[in-house]
C-alpha cells in the first residue's frame, strides 16, 4: 500500500461523504481524488479503473457546474428517474460493459476485464446520475462498491478496499438522505 493510495482514499471519503450531504464542496475532493487513483490503478494494471478516473475528472467538471445552478439554501435539489429512463439507462450500461470488458480482454493485459469493466460501465452510469442529482445513482454506487471490495483487495489494494467498505456504508447513508430529499421535494 503507498502512500498515494492512502491519499486518494482520504479524498474519496471526504468526497462522498459531503456528496451524501449534498454540498456542492465535494467537488475539489472529487478532482483531486480521481487524479491520485488515476496512478494508483494504472500501476495496479487495472485499466479500466485507471481510465475511469479521467471520465471522473470530466463528468466531476460538469457536475460541479450543475450543482452551482441547482443549489439552495437547504443543499442542492434530487429527484427520481423515469421508468423509461431507468430501462434506457439499464440497456445502455449493460451493453457498455459487454463492449468495453471484451476490448479490454482482447486487447490489454488487464488482470479483470470483466470485473473491472463491470465497475468502470456501473461507475460511469453512477456518476452521470449523480451529476444529474438522481436518486438512482446511490443504488449503482453500492453495487459498485460490493463489486469493487474483492477486487480491489485481490490486486493487494487494501487501503481501496477498506475505502470501498466504508464507500459502501456512505453509499446507503446518501441512499437514505437522497430518498428522504426527493420526497420531501415532491410533497412540497
Known amino acids: 500500500m503507498s502512500q498515494l493510495e492512502w491519499l486518494a482514499a482520504a479524498l474519496v471519503l471526504i468526497n462522498v461523504a459531503l456528496v451524501a450531504l449534498r454540498s456542492v464542496w465535494n467537488y475539489p475532493f472529487a478532482l483531486a481524488a480521481v487524479s491520485v487513483y488515476a496512478v494508483v490503478f494504472f500501476e495496479a494494471k487495472l485499466y479500466s479503473d485507471m481510465l475511469l478516473q479521467g471520465f471522473f475528472f470530466a463528468l466531476n467538471l460538469y457536475g460541479w457546474a450543475a450543482w452551482m445552478r441547482a443549489r439552495e439554501d437547504s443543499g442542492v435539489p434530487v429527484g427520481w428517474m423515469t421508468d423509461r429512463a431507468r430501462m434506457i439507462w439499464g440497456i445502455a450500461t449493460v451493453a457498455a460493459w459487454i463492449v468495453w470488458s471484451f476490448l479490454m480482454q482482447r486487447y490489454t493485459d488487464a488482470v479483470a476485464p470483466w470485473i ?3 465497475i468502470a460501465m456501473l461507475s460511469i452510469t453512477a456518476q452521470w446520475l449523480l451529476a444529474r442529482r438522481r436518486v438512482e445513482s446511490w443504488w449503482l454506487w453500492i453495487l459498485v ?3 469493487a471490495v474483492p477486487l480491489f483487495a485481490s490486486r493487494g489494494l487494501y487501503a481501496t478496499s477498506i475505502v470501498y467498505v466504508l464507500l ?4 446507503i447513508d446518501g441512499l437514505i438522505q437522497w430518498r428522504r430529499s426527493a420526497a420531501e421535494g415532491a410533497r412540497a
Not at 459502501?168 to 453509499?171: E, M, V
Open 116 to 118: 473491472d469493466g463491470a
Open 145 to 147: 462498491d460490493l463489486i
Open 168 to 171: 459502501l456504508g456512505l453509499s
